[in-house]
């Protein structure tokens, strides 16, 4: 025995792979159109199946409810793609990670938020709007918070390690006030009620965080 691959059966194998990485990625597509149209309680499984071009079975098997296909919906607005590669890995928050400065920090990640806010606040606010009446969207958005949250706090965290926030600053403080600023009911009063350009609001948002925190 040679212990060489098979070439056919390493093609086929990739061939499956990118087939699945498309029909997820068509199913995600046709579930955020249908969140944003018909609101959460209107989006089924069978209707994204229809939307999708498959069956209700295939939406099923790779998401298995809707709590879980809300969420790949929400991370892949946040993301702007399905790669599934982790937010803190990609190179926006890699910038806002490693530099040192803590007032370009917040700079950077204003024109962070500025960029992916539009594509996943909406969604978020959907799966809000639902939460209160509907027990699948309660999770999902109790899940984004807890996550947020988390976030938050590993960011309070580095900048109380790296001696940026001011001395009566605690870590769990700065926690709150960053989770505060990012949140998605923010850019809602910011963006949609007031109709402040994107950019206007990241700059709002560093400069906030910048008189509070440092």
């Known amino acids: ?6 070439p056919r059966r390493s093609y086929h194998s990739t061939t499956r792979q990118e087939q699945a990485r498309r029909t997820r990625s ?3 597509d046709a579930a955020h159109h249908l969140f944003m ?6 989006t ?3 209707a994204v199946a ?5 069956a209700v079975q295939t939406v099923y098997k790779v998401f298995t409810n809707k709590t879980q296909l809300a969420k790949a919906v929400f991370d892949t607005a946040i993301a702007g793609d399905d790669d599934g590669a982790p937010m ?3 190179e926006a928050l890699t910038r806002v990670r490693t530099e040192p400065d803590p007032r370009v920090k917040f700079q950077l990640y204003g024109e962070f938020l500025a960029t992916v806010a539009p594509r996943h606040v909406p969604v978020q606010l959907v799966i809000r ?4 009446v509907d027990p699948e969207a309660r999770a999902v958005w109790a899940d984004l918070q807890t996550e947020r949250l988390t976030g938050m706090h590993m960011f309070a965290t580095s900048l109380h390690d790296d001696g940026h926030l001011r001395s009566e600053v605690t870590v769990e403080e700065a926690r709150d006030i960053l989770w505060t600023y990012n949140s998605a ?3 809602e009063l910011l963006v949609i009620e007031r109709a402040w350009p994107p950019h206007r609001y990241g700059r709002w948002v560093a400069a906030a965080l910048t008189a509070a925190l440092l």
């Not at 025995?1 to 098979?6: A, C, K, L």
């Not at 149209?37 to 209107?42: E, L, P």
């Not at 229809?50 to 498959?54: E, L, N, R």
């Not at 709007?129 to 209160?132: E, F, H, I, L, S």
């Open 37 to 42: 149209t018909d609101g959460f309680a209107g």
């Open 129 to 132: 709007d639902a939460a209160a």
């Open 88 to 90: 803190l890995q990609r």
């Open 1 to 6: 025995m040679t212990g060489e691959v098979n």
């Open 44 to 46: 089924t499984m069978p």
């Open 26 to 28: 068509t199913i995600i």
């Open 50 to 54: 229809a939307a999708a071009g498959v």
């Open 185 to 187: 009911e923010v850019y």
